[in-house]
């Protein structure tokens, strides 16, 4: 074993500081999320009440307000909802720590509706805080709070909050981006949803990370494919064993890094024609848990699911009366018109007008023309 020489004085670190660094390295993953956090910075400050603000309150927007305690939920709704508009402690300067009296003149702050309706009520008297803008746009804000009963804020808490306030702007920053990236992944996941395609990502295991909704159908209804401990295995043997077979193909390829390299295959399954399987490896990631990194997508279009549109959205995109969006829907599903009519409830030559008036609308006089229209435009993204 190697021995522990000591620490440089200058990078040594208290059991309280590593405690709270640990916390906000946590903060956004935390359940809740930044709470144990707050609790320790406010011990650390020696606040009441510590408050970090990632989106302020606006008109018909509550904002995102975590606090170290709640008092109640009237006093935080209250915020949230009314007044936040009256608080006259915000647009501090970025990346410095204010003292309210520091910011404006205290008698000024006393006398104000926001203390007198707000916070006199709480017992809260003193106030510190700093606001987090940067050039990227994330904007954030922390708030200190005392009772009356205690002395203000002291120079020397000021400063730790100061020391503070980069750690807590990165860590922000890093919640920021990973929301954004959650939030583009979610829009793309459910733009292959509403084309009625499944998808899969399988890890180095060949164990399922992650299926969307159109994936969860079928693996509930278990037509072409289950999910058994944890691994994709298909309901056909011979289909079974040929999708193992593509899969290593594919996985290797993910090893040596060839995202462009493509399988697919064509199921047999109970239903014809059977649901068809495309493969692909996915880029490696530069990260330490190698084995549970995606590896694998796996997209499957199912030719008896529906797609869906909304009936508004085809409305607007065509001019179509709700009636015709109804029967051009039907048709681009593979209905023929008297199937779409008994579905319908309607008349054959009441289907009929409508087919006409959506054929002058579109400018296509073939329903197959018709069918592709519609499973082309971006009708399917409006739901």
Known sequence: MHELLPVPRDYQISAAMNELLLALSRGPVADPPWQEFLRLLGQALGADFVTLILRAPKAGDAGVVINSVVLSSAIFDSYNESYFAMDPFVNLPAGEVYTMDEFMAPDEYY??????????????????????????????RLRFARVEEKDNFSSAERALCQQLLPHIQQTIRLQARIARVESERSLFANAVDRMAVAAIILDQSARIR?????????????????????QLRLADRADNQAFRACLEEVMQAHLRGEPAFIRALRLSGPQTPGAGVLLRPLPLVAAPDGSRNPSV??????????????????????????AEANLALLLANGATLDEACEQLNISRNTG??????????????????LVQLILRSVAHMGD
């Open 297 to 322: 997508a796996i997209f499957i279009s199912d030719p008896s699911q529906p797609r869906e549109a909304p009936q508004a959205v085809l409305m607007t995109l065509f001019g179509f009366t709700r």
């Open 352 to 369: 009929k007008s409508h087919l006409s008036a959506v054929f002058s609308k579109t400018g296509v006089t073939r329903q197959t023309r």
């Open 111 to 140: 006398a104000s509706d926001y203390y007198q309706q707000y916070v006199k009520g709480t017992g809260v008297r003193h106030l510190m805080g700093a606001d987090l803008g940067d050039d990227l746009g994330n904007s954030a």
């Open 210 to 230: 992650h299926s969307n909704r159109a994936a969860e159908r079928l693996l509930g209804e278990g037509r072409w494919m289950q999910s058994e401990n944890g």
